[in-house]
């Protein structure tokens, strides 16, 4: 079965970076875009950007609010989705998704990340 | 960036209600619109996408429809795993937009 399962929960200092995984199984991995959502406490969902696994010509897309922190990679020999933010601050304490293609049919469990001093 | 604006922002029902909830796009978006439940704590579950098409495993109680601007969701008998907050993103175009969400709470 599909499954997309996220790296654990982190605290930052603002200023630091955070990278977030998201390891895919039960599907071929290069052949679909994995997009990244993030939710602040008590918000709505927020679309931050998406990447081509493959590495092939889809490359990468990203939301402008977060061009130049965020940057999105993949590793296809162990089937995992990074995305890391730069820079951070206390506004980007969120819950980071994964989720998979255009209608996110599958999500990640989640990474709760802390950004405090 | 296209605006997605879902109404009501939340409403209280009862179980074996039927609910609809809308959502409005600033600009025509065609069938690229995607409804999600999410419940506290939870990841979000797709539940329908190209506006009006279930996901698989998704129970027919709900239904989607619409095109370019104007898109309902609709459940059709509310049970108790349907308390959540709901949310429509748009897939036209980038950067993809949610809406704000509607909450719904038991009456």
């Known amino acids: 079965q599909v499954q997309l399962v996220q790296s654990g929960a982190e605290v930052k200092k603002p200023g630091a970076s955070v990278k977030v995984s998201c390891k895919a199984s039960?599907?071929?991995?290069?052949?679909?875009?994995i997009h990244w959502v993030r939710q602040a406490p008590g918000q709505g969902l927020q679309w931050l950007g998406r990447?081509?696994?493959?590495?092939?010509?889809?490359?990468?897309a990203y939301a402008q609010k977060f061009q130049g922190r965020v940057t999105m990679t993949s590793d296809t020999s162990t089937s995992t989705v990074y995305m890391e933010l730069s820079s951070l601050r206390s506004e980007d304490t969120a819950v980071y998704f994964c989720?998979?293609?255009?209608?996110?049919?599958?999500w990640g469990q989640g990474s709760l990340v802390t950004v405090s001093s | 960036d296209i605006q997605m604006t879902q109404s009501p922002s939340s409403l209280s029902a009862s179980v074996g209600d039927r609910v609809t909830i809308t959502c409005r796009a600033s600009?025509?978006?065609?069938?690229?619109l995607a409804w999600f439940r999410q419940k506290p704590g939870r990841a979000p579950r797709s539940l329908i996408y190209?506006?009006?098409t279930l996901q698989s495993g998704v129970p027919s109680k709900f239904s989607g429809s619409g095109s370019g601007t104007d898109f309902t969701l609709t459940i059709s008998s509310l049970q108790p795993e349907d308390f959540a907050t709901y949310y429509c993103?748009?897939?036209?175009?980038?950067?993809?937009?949610f809406g704000q969400g509607t909450k719904v709470e038991i009456k």
């Open positions: 039960g599907y071929t991995f290069t052949s679909h875009y």
């Open positions: 190209s506006a009006s």
């Open positions: 600009q025509g978006i065609s069938n690229y």
């Open positions: 989720a998979r293609d255009n209608d996110h049919d599958y």
């Open positions: 993103q748009q897939y036209y175009a980038y950067p993809r937009t």
């Open positions: 990447i081509d696994p493959s590495g092939g010509g889809g490359g990468t």
